[in-house]
T-cell receptor
Framework: NAGVMQNPRHLVRRRGQEARLRCSPM?????VYWYRQLPEEGLKFMVY????????ESGMPKERFSAEFPKEGPSILRIQQVVRGDSAAYFC???????????FGPGTRLTVL | GQQVMQIPQYQHVQEGEDFTTYCNSS?????IQWYKQRPGGHPVFLIQ?????EVKKQKRLTFQFGEAKKNSSLHITATQTTDVGTYFC????????????FGKGTLLTVNP
C-alpha cells in the first residue's frame, strides 16, 4: 500500500509565477489536508478537503491560494503570483473516514526566487 | 484557536543520555498526538493519547498525558543517533476533530 504521494518534491518559481502542488492520498483515504511549514516552525493547517468538497479552508490565505480535490485525480494546491514569503514546505496528509490519525506525504519544498 | 507551547526549542545530548520534551496548553485537551520529523523529512505519527494520566511506551519512548489533560511529555531513554529529529506535539483544535494544531517542536541532536 503506497503512502501519501506528493509531487514535485522540490519546486522553484520566480516571483509572479504560479505553483501547482499535487497530492495523492493513500488508497482508501478520502480525506486530504494541506499544511504549510516555514523554516524552524511547526506545521500550520491550511485546508481540509473531501472528494469534490472543501470542508474547511480557514487556514488558507484569502488571496492567491486555492485547493481542490476532484472526483478523479490528485488534490491540487495552487498558488498564483507567488511571492518570496510563499517559500516553505507544503505537506499533504490523508486519513480514512472516522480516523484521527493523519498520514503525511514527503512534502513539496517550494522556493520562490 | 487552541495553542500548545512546546519546550525546549532545542536539545543537544550525548548519545546514551535521556531526553524529554514538554507540551503545555492553557485549556483542557481532548487528546494529543506526537510526531517525529527527521531533518529534510516529513512528520511521522508516533502516538495519540486520550485518557487523563495515560502513559504509553514504545521501546525507549515514554509518552505521558497529564491528569488535567493540559500537558504532555515525551521521554526518550538512552538516546541514539537515530533519534535525531524534531519532535512535535499536536492537538485537534478549533472545535474540529480533524484540524491539527502543532507545537513549534523540539529539535533533538545527538552527539555520538
Amino acid at each position: 500500500n503506497a503512502g501519501v504521494m506528493q509531487n514535485p518534491r522540490h519546486l522553484v518559481r520566480r516571483r509572479g509565477q504560479e505553483a501547482r502542488l499535487r497530492c495523492s492520498p493513500m488508497k482508501g483515504h478520502s480525506h486530504v489536508y494541506w499544511y504549510r511549514q516555514l523554516p524552524e516552525e511547526g506545521l500550520k493547517f491550511m485546508v481540509y478537503l473531501q472528494k469534490e468538497n472543501i470542508i474547511d479552508e480557514s487556514g488558507m490565505p484569502k488571496e492567491r491560494f486555492s485547493a481542490e480535490f476532484p472526483k478523479e485525480g490528485p488534490s491540487i494546491l495552487r498558488i498564483q503570483q507567488v511571492v518570496r514569503g510563499d517559500s516553505a514546505a507544503y505537506f499533504c496528509a490523508s486519513s480514512p473516514p472516522g480516523s484521527g490519525e493523519q498520514f503525511f506525504g514527503p512534502g513539496t519544498r517550494l522556493t520562490v526566487l | 484557536g487552541q495553542q500548545v507551547m512546546q519546550i525546549p526549542q532545542y536539545q543537544h545530548v550525548q548519545e546514551g543520555e535521556d531526553f524529554t520534551t514538554y507540551c503545555n496548553s492553557s485549556t483542557t485537551l481532548s487528546n494529543i498526538q506526537w510526531y517525529k520529523q527527521r531533518p529534510g523529512g516529513h512528520p511521522v505519527f508516533l502516538i495519540q493519547l486520550v485518557k487523563s494520566g495515560e502513559v504509553k511506551k514504545q521501546k525507549r519512548l515514554t509518552f505521558q498525558f497529564g491528569e488535567a489533560k493540559k500537558n504532555s511529555s515525551l521521554h526518550i531513554t538512552a538516546t541514539q543517533t537515530t533519534d535525531v529529529g524534531t519532535y512535535f506535539c499536536a492537538v485537534m483544535g478549533g472545535g474540529s476533530n480533524y484540524k491539527l494544531t502543532f507545537g513549534k517542536g523540539t529539535l533533538l541532536t545527538v552527539n555520538p
